[in-house]
């Protein structure tokens, strides 16, 4: 039977039941899925022949096909809606408390190009990097540190206190409103 390799992503939709209930294989085909870090690296699997079929966020698609990858949309599963979100820590309440600190992101995510857009319309500088600063290694005061890493890795940074926040979607979205952040919060933070 042929194989098709299809990249999906740790969301609770209804299309997650696909690939335990082999729902979709019969005689001929038999789907085998691939859990995908981010949009931007489905598209770089999508291009070098390791999937078939991926699910991607608008901008991810929009990025690849806007550089010239041979990508086609076949359905709109859901709409994000509040599914992405910026999780920060306590002590920041709006933009403008964003400077000084490192928010982080998978790179070329949708979440990333929110974000972008976001402190561009706040008007905040900002640098970008793969790299996580030390620990206990201050930001830059006058901009905000993006930093592009995995999901896993926005979860461990989070706990670490290593981050101020992250610009996240789906379980790790879940996973840091509901996890105490691992730095030491200021006196201003409520318990």
Not at 1 to 9: L, M, N, Q, Y
Request: net charge negative; charged share 15%.
């Amino acid at each position: 039977s042929k194989h098709i390799r299809f990249g999906t992503f740790d969301e609770a939709n209804p299309y997650a039941a696909l690939a335990p209930s082999q729902w979709l294989d019969d005689d001929e085909v038999c789907w085998v899925y691939y859990r995908q870090l981010s949009g931007g690296r489905a598209v770089a699997h999508l291009d070098s022949g390791e999937l078939d079929v991926a699910m991607l966020g608008s901008t991810p698609y929009a990025t690849a096909v806007a550089r010239g990858a041979a990508l086609t949309a076949v359905a709109v599963l859901h709409n994000k809606g509040t599914a992405q979100a910026l999780v920060v820590r306590c002590a920041l309440h709006g933009p403008q408390d964003l400077r000084g600190t490192t928010i982080a992101t998978p790179r070329y995510s949708t979440t990333h190009y929110i974000l972008l857009a976001a402190l561009d319309e706040a008007g905040l500088d900002h640098v970008e990097t793969a790299e996580l600063p030390s620990a206990g290694a201050a930001a830059a005061a006058d901009r905000v540190t993006v930093v592009t890493i995995s999901p896993t890795e926005i979860e461990a940074a989070w706990s670490a206190g290593r981050i101020d926040g992250g610009a996240v979607w789906g379980n790790t979205l879940v996973n840091l409103t509901s996890a105490d952040w691992g730095g030491s919060p200021p006196s201003r933070c409520q318990p």
